[in-house]
């Protein structure tokens, strides 16, 4: 049986991305020319020196394909906990240094008729082989990252990350250089690839379009929309892309300057990518949330000082 391209590398690409990460992008602003009585807000972020982010990221994704009257079915979940700690932040330019790492994680795959493959991280026991990958890369720094007020990256050492972008976006939100009200979006763009039959690579243009949905108790709700720029109407194409596409909603801490949480979702169906008859299921859901913050001594004790 024929099968797409994807179906067999997906879910260990999906688990890996997910785990460390992908490249951030460049945004354009297009804040709404109306001028509106609602106050403004600075969007930046503001991490320090000496803390610790630690946020539990939870991907559950499920594909169904029918070629040729047989369906296949696979199941992909991860539940990890990612963590960044802040080296540096420099006073003069603002901008804060990073060290991303994954500390464990709980992953699972099923794969058609196949039995279901199950490894957690903290129960000591080597991992299926599926898992290999991963396990070399939990607890070690990924990538040392050097960002300005807007998320944008300056400076990227990757260690053991991926650049890989399956829609998920970066590690940061990117943000617009100036306070923007409620109900202005922003765009950031970025590229995607498709094999088309013939073996030729098709570039995709995408832009992700933010729009600050409100402000409450210091908490900004902002919603995302993957949009591709590049039409598409080869089945085949699409199937390749969807699962690059997804719409969600993030909460930022004005205040702290930080991400709260992010939900992102895909479903689609794609008809026709490998005959007439054939069709592709994606169904996916990305929640992450930050679940603590810690902050050394030796910070601590520099704050106090500035207080004094």
């Known amino acids: 049986m024929t099968r797409i391209a994807f179906s067999a590398s997906l879910p260990m690409t999906l688990l890996l991305a997910v785990l460390v990460g992908s490249a951030g992008a460049q945004q354009t602003n297009n804040a709404s020319p109306a001028v509106q009585a609602e106050p403004a807000y600075l969007l930046h972020y503001q991490l320090k020196a000496g803390e610790t982010l630690q946020y539990q990221v939870t991907h559950v994704a499920k594909t169904k394909t029918r070629i040729r009257g047989k369906d296949e079915l696979t199941n992909v979940r ?64 990924l990538t040392t990252v050097s960002i300005n007020g807007q998320g944008q990256e300056k400076e990227r050492e990757s260690h053991a990350g991926t650049k890989a972008n399956l829609g998920m976006g970066g ?75 997804s719409n969600g909603t993030i909460k930022f801490d004005i205040d702290a300057g930080r991400v709260l949480s992010k939900q992102l979702d895909w479903d689609e169906t794609v008809v026709g990518f490998e005959g007439a008859e054939s069709m592709m299921e994606y169904r996916a859901r990305l929640n992450e949330t930050l679940v603590e913050t810690k902050t050394s001594v030796a910070a601590r004790s520099i704050d106090q000082l500035k207080l004094k």
């Open 78 to 141: 991860s539940l990890s906990t990612k963590v960044w700690n802040v080296e540096s932040v420099d006073p003069a330019t603002g901008q804060m240094t990073f060290v991303h790492m994954v500390q464990d994680t709980e992953l699972s795959q099923k794969i058609g008729e196949a039995d279901e493959v199950r490894w957690d991280s903290k129960s000591g026991e080597d991992p299926p082989y599926q898992f290999e990958a991963v396990k070399a890369t939990l607890g070690k720094p």
């Open 171 to 245: 590690l940061t939100l990117p943000l617009p250089p100036k306070a923007i009200k409620v109900g202005d979006t922003w765009a950031v763009p970025r590229q995607t690839h498709a094999r088309l039959a013939g073996g030729q690579v098709k570039r995709i243009d995408v832009r992700e379009l933010y729009t600050l949905k409100k402000v409450q108790t210091g908490v900004a709700t902002i919603t995302v929309q993957s949009q591709p720029i590049t039409p598409i109407s080869d089945p085949k194409v699409k199937s390749q892309v969807v699962q690059q596409l």
